[in-house]
DNA sequence: TCACTCATGTAACAGGTTACATGATTCC
DNA sequence: GGAATCATGTAACCTGTTACATGAGTGA
């Protein structure tokens, strides 16, 4: 599991409680790492109870209290430990794939058309992807260490979301000429 | 979840047993949507609970006996159901992607000889699709119906795995280029 | 007044992973 | 003799999803 891992790497840049993890696991980190914040808040816990982060409850007026999580040593210590081990890539689950695969076994239009908004959602993505590289990252030829590193992950879902955009624009095409309505 | 209906789609090509499908998904349709042969006999029995398959009992001699399974008419309505079904793009979920951007807080050479792994196995997968187009589909053009649904998947597998192939490299580049040796 | 944000959680359930178990046959 | 293949499953556990719950403050 890498979602302690993630939190871990998210906690390390800025400590924070578990409702403002939720909202990175809404954007950045969770552009490749999704998590809801029910996840987080057992997770978090599961972290406390393991010594990998420290809670410092916060007391605020006119707001319910809050715990602000820090890594700790040991969460470091975890955190390098996972960072040498090797992993297989991740297993992938496309429902839009097994849609287009049996596609003929219902009605083709009615997937083309799914295809169609998944197209739309990948654009929008891209865009969103695009344009936060255009405001962080103008200058990536100088970027080292952890700017680097944080740049080139947004560069992999730059790269993932144009092939997905590419695929249903072939998929779309193809449909379109074996049933031109 | 469309475990059950990539096994809809799967039996619908051809009936078979548990074990089958589970070797099914071990390849091809397993390339885009990945099953153990523990949720496949769990699903099947589910499936069968609901009449979305029959089962058909065969005796074997020197082997245990089969179960093979068919789609049925209550399960190729309900795939016909799901597939006009709108769904969102599935969750991404990538320990590479995670690990590169905790590099800095670890050792960046152990995440790049990770990277190096991922960017073999890549080249590999990519071999693999590359060779059954070229096998399966020697003239993609002339496919229609079924058979060209099944070639737009295979894409959709060659332009993820090109997308994640030039990804490794360039961070490659990138994280020799930081930390030359 | 109503919706939204901040902040944390419980509970039930669905889905996925790992380990273990059985037993004959075929191939090296 | 040992490994791989065919064939099916149970059990325990871990993860992930969905629904529900609370309660004050802020802004339209």
Redo the contacts with the bound molecule.
């Keep these: 599991?890498a979602?302690e891992h993630a939190i871990l790497v998210s906690l390390d840049e800025r400590p924070g409680?578990?409702?403002?993890l939720?909202?990175r696991f809404d954007k950045s980190i969770g552009f490749f790492w999704?998590?809801?914040?029910?996840?987080i808040?057992?997770?978090?816990?599961r972290m406390d109870d393991l010594r990998w982060v420290t809670a410092e409850e916060v007391a605020?007026?006119?707001?319910?209290?809050?715990?602000?999580y820090r890594v700790s040593p040991e969460g470091r210590q975890e955190l390098q430990r996972w960072l040498r081990e090797t992993g297989e890539p991740a297993?992938v689950?496309h429902d839009l794939a097994v849609k287009i695969r049996g596609a003929s076994l219902g009605d083709p239009r009615a997937v083309a058309e799914e295809v169609a908004r998944h197209r739309r959602h990948h654009a929008e993505r891209l865009d969103v992807y695009r344009a936060i590289e255009k405001k962080d990252f103008p200058d990536p030829s100088a970027l080292h260490g952890r700017r680097l590193h944080q740049h080139l992950v947004l560069r992999g879902g730059i790269k993932a979301e144009e092939a997905l955009l590419e695929w249903c624009d072939e998929v779309l095409a193809a449909m379109r000429e074996d049933d031109p309505r």
């Design positions: 599991m979602l409680t578990g409702y403002e939720a909202r999704a998590a809801t914040h029910q996840q808040y057992r997770t978090l816990k605020q007026d006119g707001r319910p209290d809050k715990k602000v297993t689950r």
